[in-house]
């Protein structure tokens, strides 16, 4: 194994200290001590290769190399945050994968072997993942104007802690001249699949071409408290049993359609009053329908309609289904597919085109900018869990990828337009 390949593997070890868990996984959600000290770490890092770091008023962490005064950037990245309990590699492997493939590239171009078009930009999303702050990716939707700054900012999590708050804990302050939307002409992700299809057909990295469809839904089942022993059966109003219905309908849903056309999920369940002699008078959670068909997900939806409506009479409860989050079935550009299959075919790599099931911060970015999204095999698939794993030579193979798909497009390929 190269020295370059080595230190990758060395550095992600020290980072995966930070927030570690005794299950051999990471606990770091946004704004947490946990997180602010892995950002610590990883501004120190960029200091030490090159790059000048600074962090704009969502909290997204930037390290920058200027090499053509002027140009735009080519920017790379993932997040650092994770969920509670989670793995080390979900998001914090493509941020260091970036930070070492813009060292690398930057390295060549200071040495002549590259003429460059573009500068370097690695950046660290704040809260991609959603689970202190709602919603998820939220520093990238901002960065891209899809979300306004003081919405963001007002954001709490369930202690009532606002996101100014908890970036005002961190370890730096916003900087007037962190990168702005404007002066970003390509990105680049790498992450881990999240998914089996990888390793099953033993292909050694997936370029993305398509997101699947998403609806994501808020869900309140407004009951009646009461007693819990006292209250006849028939005069109770229990939202948490109208929430059960609705969990049971939501995974009964996807057998409706053939296997791997549905993906559903519940989560995030708050009860009240959440007292053990008390029925509850209301619940909230939120429901995540997924498809990679738009049809398919369109039809889920009615049929869970009818679900809710008969959750609704059986419990003697009221339902309501508040849509929180909507992505159709997009492309990520062919050009950045056909950048991403180029450069895994110069180094010999086995690829596929490969859907993407989870939401990434480059599903906000290829909106705006081209953009190459590229992954390695999660072994068995597991992901948002402490036994998550990536192996260390699909890991630096991926870097090794990454630093390709750089090199193209600080020499301006995937021109934008």
């Given at each position: 194994?190269?020295?370059?390949?080595?230190?990758?593997l060395?550095?992600?070890?020290?980072?995966?200290g930070?927030?570690?868990?005794?299950?051999?996984?990471?606990?770091?959600?946004?704004?947490?001590?946990?997180?602010?000290?892995?950002?610590q770490?990883?501004?120190?890092?960029?200091?030490q290769?090159?790059?000048?770091?600074?962090?704009?008023?969502?909290?997204?962490?930037?390290?920058?190399?200027?090499?053509?005064?002027?140009a735009p950037?080519?920017?790379?990245?993932?997040?650092?945050?994770?969920?509670?309990?989670?793995?080390?590699?979900?998001?914090?492997?493509?941020?260091?994968?970036?930070?070492?493939?813009?060292?690398?590239?930057?390295?060549?171009?200071?040495?002549?072997?590259?003429?460059?078009?573009?500068?370097?930009a690695?950046?660290?999303?704040?809260?991609?993942e959603g689970?202190?702050?709602?919603?998820?990716?939220?520093?990238?939707?901002?960065?891209?104007?899809?979300?306004?700054?003081?919405?963001?900012?007002?954001?709490?999590?369930?202690?009532?802690?606002?996101v100014?708050?908890?970036?005002?804990?961190?370890?730096?302050?916003?900087?007037?001249?962190?990168?702005?939307?404007?002066?970003?002409?390509?990105?680049?992700?790498?992450?881990?699949?999240?998914?089996?299809?990888?390793?099953?057909?033993?292909?050694?990295?997936?370029?993305?071409?398509?997101?699947?469809a998403?609806?994501?839904?808020?869900?309140?089942v407004?009951?009646?408290?009461?007693h819990?022993?006292?209250?006849?059966?028939?005069?109770?109003?229990?939202?948490?049993?109208?929430?059960a219905?609705v969990?049971a309908?939501?995974?009964?849903l996807?057998?409706?359609?053939?296997?791997?056309?549905l993906?559903?999920?519940?989560?995030?369940?708050?009860?009240?009053p959440?007292?053990?002699?008390?029925?509850?008078?209301?619940?909230v959670?939120?429901?995540?329908?997924?498809?990679?068909d738009?049809?398919?997900?369109?039809?889920?939806?009615?049929?869970?309609?009818k679900?809710?409506?008969?959750?609704?009479?059986?419990?003697?409860?009221?339902?309501?289904?508040?849509?929180?989050?909507?992505?159709?079935l997009?492309?990520?550009?062919?050009?950045?597919?056909?950048?991403?299959i180029?450069?895994?075919?110069?180094?010999?790599?086995?690829?596929?085109?490969?859907m993407?099931?989870?939401?990434?911060?480059s599903?906000?970015?290829?909106?705006?900018?081209p953009?190459?999204?590229?992954f390695?095999?999660s072994?068995?698939?597991?992901?948002?869990?402490?036994?998550e794993?990536?192996r260390?030579?699909?890991?630096?193979?991926?870097?090794?990828?990454?630093?390709?798909?750089?090199?193209?497009?600080?020499?301006?390929?995937l021109?934008a337009?």
């Amino acid at each position: 194994m190269s020295t370059t390949n080595t230190e990758f593997l060395a550095d992600f070890a020290a980072m995966s200290g930070f927030g570690a868990t005794p299950g051999g996984g990471v606990d770091r959600q946004a704004g947490t001590p946990a997180d602010h000290a892995t950002r610590q770490w990883f501004g120190g890092w960029l200091a030490q290769h090159g790059y000048t770091e600074t962090v704009d008023e969502a909290g997204n962490q930037f390290g920058t190399i200027e090499l053509l005064p002027g140009a735009p950037y080519v920017l790379i990245g993932s997040h650092l945050d994770s969920q509670p309990l989670a793995g080390r590699y979900d998001g914090a492997y493509g941020v260091l994968a970036a930070a070492h493939a813009g060292a690398r590239v930057a390295a060549e171009l200071r040495a002549g072997t590259v003429e460059p078009a573009c500068n370097l930009a690695v950046v660290n999303w704040f809260n991609e993942e959603g689970s202190r702050f709602t919603p998820s990716m939220m520093g990238s939707s901002v960065f891209t104007g899809k979300l306004p700054l003081m919405d963001a900012l007002a954001t709490t999590d369930p202690a009532g802690v606002s996101v100014a708050q908890a970036l005002a804990a961190g370890h730096r302050a916003a900087d007037a001249g962190a990168p702005v939307l404007a002066h970003i002409a390509r990105y680049a992700e790498i992450h881990i699949e999240q998914g089996r299809n990888l390793e099953e057909s033993g292909t050694q990295v997936g370029i993305v071409d398509r997101t699947w469809a998403a609806s994501k839904y808020r869900v309140t089942v407004d009951g009646a408290q009461s007693h819990t022993g006292a209250t006849r059966m028939q005069d109770r109003r229990d939202a948490l049993y109208g929430a059960a219905l609705v969990i049971a309908a939501a995974r009964d849903l996807a057998a409706e359609f053939e296997p791997g056309l549905l993906h559903t999920s519940v989560s995030e369940l708050y009860v009240l009053p959440n007292s053990p002699v008390t029925i509850a008078r209301q619940a909230v959670m939120n429901l995540d329908l997924r498809s990679p068909d738009e049809s398919v997900l369109a039809r889920a939806m009615e049929l869970l309609g009818k679900a809710v409506a008969d959750a609704e009479a059986r419990s003697r409860t009221e339902i309501g289904l508040e849509l929180t989050h909507r992505w159709g079935l997009v492309a990520y550009q062919p050009e950045g597919v056909a950048l991403g299959i180029a450069s895994a075919e110069r180094l010999g790599f086995s690829h596929t085109e490969i859907m993407t099931v989870a939401g990434h911060d480059s599903t906000n970015l290829k909106d705006v900018v081209p953009t190459v999204m590229l992954f390695v095999p999660s072994v068995e698939g597991i992901s948002h869990n402490e036994a998550e794993y990536t192996r260390d030579e699909d890991a630096v193979r991926g870097v090794e990828l990454l630093t390709e798909v750089v090199r193209r497009l600080v020499r301006g390929e995937l021109a934008a337009g």
